[in-house]
C-alpha cells in the first residue's frame, strides 16, 4: 500500500483535509483510518475524489440514551471539504479490529483492503462497486477479501464474485 500516490493526486484542499482531520483526531485519543476514494487509491487504484471519509471508534461518540452525539471537538472541519465519520457500529463488529491496528502510509491510518472492500460492498452504490473492479484489475488480491466476507457476511458473496469475475473480463 502506499499513500503518497493518492496524496500527489488527490486536490491540495482534500490532502490538506485528511492530514489535519487526522492530527486532530489524534489529538483528541479517537481511534479512526482512512475509508472511503482516499483508501482506495492507498490500497492501489488511484482515482480521484472530493471528500475524506475516516471511520472512528465509538469514542468520538457520546450516547445518552438512545440519542448518539458527536463528542465535544468532533465532527472536524477543515475548509470546504466535506470529512464523513463512519461508525463500526453501522458496518458491524468485524471492522472494530481494524481501528485497533491500521495500515500507516504517509503517516495516515488505512482500513484493511478487506474492511475497505466490505464497506463498499455493503453500500452496494455503483461508484463501490467500481472502486472494487478497479481495485481487482489493479492486481489486489480477491483471496483474502473472500475469505473475510466469508467468515464475516456470506451474503455478500455471490456481489463479490460477480465484481470479480467482471474485473477478470475486463483485464482481459
Known amino acids: 500500500m502506499d499513500m503518497k500516490e493518492i496524496l500527489d493526486f488527490i486536490a491540495p484542499t482534500v490532502r490538506t483535509a485528511a492530514l489535519e482531520a487526522h492530527r486532530r483526531l489524534s489529538d483528541l485519543g479517537i481511534r479512526h483510518a482512512v475509508i472511503g476514494g482516499i483508501a482506495v487509491g492507498a490500497h492501489g487504484h ?76 455493503v453500500a452496494r452504490r455503483m461508484q463501490d462497486q467500481a472502486d472494487i473492479v478497479g481495485l481487482i484489475k489493479k492486481g489486489v488480491d480477491p483471496t483474502p477479501i473472500r475469505k473475510w466476507i466469508e467468515d464475516h457476511a456470506a451474503d455478500l458473496l455471490p456481489l463479490f464474485a460477480r465484481l470479480c469475475e467482471q474485473a477478470e473480463s475486463e483485464r482481459g
Open 46 to 121: 488511484v482515482r480521484e475524489t472530493t471528500d475524506v471519509d475516516f471511520l472512528v471508534g465509538d469514542e468520538a461518540f457520546e450516547h445518552h440514551g438512545t440519542l448518539v452525539m458527536f463528542r465535544p471537538g468532533v465532527p472536524i472541519q477543515v475548509g470546504t471539504v466535506r470529512i464523513d465519520y463512519l461508525s463500526p457500529a453501522k458496518l458491524g463488529t468485524a471492522v472494530e479490529p481494524c481501528l485497533d491496528a491500521p495500515i500507516a502510509s504517509e503517516g495516515l491510518p488505512v482500513v484493511s483492503i478487506e474492511v475497505l472492500v466490505y464497506s463498499k460492498l
